[in-house]
């Protein structure tokens, strides 16, 4: 099953926030996720959104996806602690 | 001389590009520096690989001649500019720079592309800058920044010339770039460059095309003003805002300036504007610009350390581009400093901000 259909168990709102702290947060948000969950992240800045929390996730071997709202201009990130 | 037409177009043409690879290559020093802690290599390995073609392609065409502008219709060929080495200055103030883009969240280019990008505290991070520049130069901190810049190190037998890494150790120039190239382009062949991203630039490519930004930038400074200072943000910034303050760059003796209904511009002054539209007109057609806002708090710490930014620029002489990139391609023994103050500031910062708040949060 894709991560972004199910609900998540946490949803992070980092809109508005000045690189690096949408990084920062999500790494915060998933120490104290337990593995199998998964976290939602509202996310504006595209360096981030983009760039280093997919690759976080790939290092740290999570599911990742992601939605870009193209209308909304920002994007919802999906990873699963594993 | 050139037509004030050509002079303005290829000032602002030249910070679009730059503006525009930026974003689209998501390219940022701090992050380049920040990661590295993270044992994260990939954008610095963007970065290298943008020193690598910077450095190569800006000798080359130093050599080959390509270097210059016309004086009443004769080619004059230039130099590469190189900074001289104020080493207390050097130091200082690129820590203080390294330190400062951690606060701010973004580097001397990042700050200025982001703005096109819609974040309003990186209008914020570059009012800030701006005022630490010009504190700095004219206002209260003036005391402390010529102390600082007093001590100049020259070398030669009569004590005149600016230390390169070449000249100090007495090789020709081109053994110093292919060692240092060679151990460059090593770092970034470990990270895989030919794989293709999955959507916009890969990282290999974003550190290409601003190292060819760079070599152009070279190119175009010299042959607009006649000195070839290349990319740079500090003194560029300077110059822009001392145009719309004072109507006036009040730019370096030897830069051929243009004046324009009035107000007289330096070409490096112009690129600067240019910088944030370029961004705004690559993250509109990825359809990724919003005006947005972060909490207060992170308002005030991004306008607290782009003034840190700016106070360090200048005492330093410039920032993760002028020095980072254009004068570490320069071989300046200054550039070489500074880059590694600004690295050093950076990895400080990254520990008191970064790390061990989230350590204190794990206990």
């Given at each position: 099953m894709s991560i972004k259909t199910a609900t998540p168990d946490q949803t992070l709102d980092t809109l508005g926030r000045v690189c690096p702290y949408p990084l920062l947060l999500t790494k915060k948000a998933l120490e104290k996720l337990s593995s199998g969950q998964t976290i939602k992240i509202l996310c504006d800045a595209p360096a981030s959104a983009e760039d280093t929390i997919p690759r976080f996730a790939e290092k740290q071997g999570y599911g990742f996806e992601a939605v870009k709202l193209e209308d909304k201009g920002y994007w919802e990130l999906f990873i699963k602690k594993s | 001389m050139v037509s004030t037409l050509s002079y303005l177009v290829s000032g602002l043409l030249i910070g679009a590009a730059f503006g525009f690879v930026l974003q689209r290559g998501r390219f940022c020093v701090n992050s380049a520096f920040r990661e590295v802690l993270f044992q994260d290599?990939?954008?610095?390995?963007?970065?290298?690989?943008?020193?690598?073609?910077?450095?190569?392609g800006a000798n080359l065409i130093e050599d080959i001649g390509l270097l210059g502008h016309y004086e009443n219709g004769v080619f004059?060929?230039?130099q590469l500019y190189r900074q001289a080495f104020a080493p207390w200055a050097n130091i200082v103030g690129g820590y203080l720079f390294g330190m400062g883009i951690v606060l701010a969240g973004g580097c001397g280019s990042g700050i200025l592309y982001r703005v096109g990008e819609g974040n309003l505290a990186y209008v914020l991070a570059v009012c800030g800058f701006v005022y630490g520049i010009v504190i700095t130069k004219f206002g209260i901190l003036k005391p402390v920044y010529d102390e600082l810049i007093k001590t100049v190190v020259f070398i030669g037998p009569n004590d005149d010339v600016i230390p390169t890494l070449d000249n100090i150790i007495g090789v020709n120039k081109w053994i110093v770039i292919t060692i240092i190239a060679a151990i460059l382009l090593f770092v970034v062949y470990q990270g895989k460059p030919f794989q293709?991203?999955?959507?916009?630039?890969?990282?290999?490519?974003?550190?290409?095309?601003?190292?060819?930004?760079?070599?152009?930038?070279?190119?175009?400074?010299?042959?607009?003003?006649?000195?070839?200072?290349?990319?740079?943000?500090?003194?560029p910034v300077r110059e822009f805002f001392l145009a719309v303050f004072f109507g006036n760059s009040q730019a370096a003796v030897g830069d051929k300036t243009q004046t324009l209904l009035g107000i007289t511009y330096?070409?490096?002054?112009?690129?600067?504007?240019?910088?944030?539209?370029?961004?705004?007109?690559?993250?509109?057609?990825l359809k990724e610009v919003k005006l947005k806002v972060p909490p207060a708090d992170e308002l005030l710490k991004v306008f607290l350390g782009g003034s840190i930014m700016g106070i360090g620029a200048q005492i330093g002489g410039g920032c993760n581009i002028g020095h980072?990139?254009?004068?570490?391609?320069?071989?300046?023994?200054?550039?070489?400093?500074?880059?590694?103050?600004?690295?050093?500031?950076?990895?400080?910062?990254?520990?008191?901000?970064l790390i061990r708040p989230m350590r204190d949060l794990e206990v």
């Open positions: - | 290599y990939t954008m610095l390995r963007a970065y290298l690989l943008a020193v690598a073609v910077a450095m190569i004059v060929a230039g293709k991203a999955k959507k916009g630039y890969s990282w290999s490519i974003a550190g290409f095309l601003v190292g060819l930004m760079a070599v152009a930038a070279f190119w175009a400074s010299g042959y607009f003003s006649g000195r070839a200072r290349g990319l740079s943000f500090t003194g330096s070409w490096s002054s112009l690129y600067v504007l240019a910088v944030p539209i370029g961004a705004y007109i690559s993250g509109k057609l980072s990139l254009t004068g570490v391609s320069t071989l300046a023994v200054s550039s070489w400093v500074a880059n590694i103050f600004i690295i050093l500031g950076n990895w400080t910062m990254v520990y008191f901000l």
